[in-house]
């Protein structure tokens, strides 16, 4: 196998075309749906292939549990210098593991805080806080999800503009957003060339959801006023509010793109184009630096498992 065992550490970055392609030419619940899978499957394969590393590189010391026959020198052979490479991946597979661990309690701790703010209040399907910080934010989970929206932020929006503000949190709830967001920043904990696609769910889910908005609204202008608005009055806001729950993303983008006709409902866009031909030639070399990544790793899993001991 040689170096191509570490091709899954280091293939992720052929994700980066598609990622800045997909956000500005696909329709935001294609590419939240198309960048969060490609990120899931790149994070397996490249933690996949850490694990696999220490288990070639530390066989062979003394007083490892593992079979002897893991230490066998066709095995090491599969791994240029597997004794290095072993030592390295351990604090690398303890970061990651570390990493996600913390990204899981994270998520966890902030959603808990979310619930218990609304504890005593009316079990309704939005949440209207008495607070002077302007926030709002799609809190999902416990018996029901619910919006969670301040009086500070509702009486800066006319009426027409708080529909946009609902309408765009009911669809974060209705696409569960939220678990793109939560598959992408563990994916960016367990390789940190995934981290661009990261940045670019964060702002798909968000056009996403305007795209929602505007459609059930009837007005794109009145979400982009929305968005802009909030925003005005949400930079006063103190930072460790509960909105930490939100990914606004990039709202210059999101403003100019409401402004702009509507996206095409298309899934992808036609081959003989400029925008189709790139499209397709960053997927189909993306999509086979994830197969070769799952490749490189599931062969050395084989070669493992045929030295493993009856």
């Not at 982009?224 to 925003?231: D, F, K, L, N, T």
Request: aromatic fraction near 6%.
């Amino acid at each position: 196998m040689g170096v191509f065992v570490f091709l899954p550490l280091v293939l992720p970055l052929t994700a980066w075309p598609i990622s800045r392609l997909a956000t500005h030419h696909l329709h935001p619940r294609t590419a939240t749906r198309l960048l969060s899978g490609l990120a899931a499957v790149m994070a397996v394969c490249s933690t996949l292939c850490l694990g696999l590393l220490v288990v070639v590189g530390t066989a062979q010391l003394p007083g490892n549990p593992l079979p002897d026959g893991w230490s066998d020198p066709e095995v090491r052979q599969s791994v240029p210098h597997d004794e290095i490479a072993g030592k390295l991946a351990i604090p690398l597979l303890l970061a990651v593991v570390a990493g996600c661990g913390r990204t899981l309690w994270h998520h966890w701790r902030i959603r808990r805080r979310a619930h218990a703010a609304l504890a005593g209040l009316r079990d309704t399907a939005v949440a209207v806080l008495p607070d002077t910080a302007p926030y709002a934010y799609a809190l999902p989970g416990g018996r029901r999800d619910r919006i969670v929206v301040s009086t500070a932020l509702l009486g800066c929006l006319e009426p027409r503009e708080r529909r946009a503000l609902f309408a765009h949190e009911r669809a974060h709830l209705a696409a569960r957003h939220h678990r793109h967001l939560l598959v992408v920043e563990l994916a960016a904990r367990a390789n940190p060339f995934l981290l661009p696609l990261r940045t670019a769910v964060s702002y798909v889910t968000e056009r996403w959801a305007d795209e929602e908005a505007a459609r059930r609204v009837g007005s794109r202008r009145t979400v982009a006023r929305a968005i802009g608005r909030a925003a005005l009055v949400s930079r006063a806001a103190p930072a460790p509010t509960l909105a930490a729950l939100a990914a606004p993303g990039p709202l210059p983008r999101r403003v100019a793109a409401l402004l702009a006709p509507a996206p095409a409902a298309h899934l992808w866009p036609p081959l003989f184009t400029t925008v189709g031909l790139a499209l397709w030639s960053a997927t189909a070399g993306t999509a086979l630096s994830a197969m070769f990544s799952a490749n490189s790793a599931v062969t050395l899993l084989l070669l493992l498992h045929a030295a493993t001991p009856l």
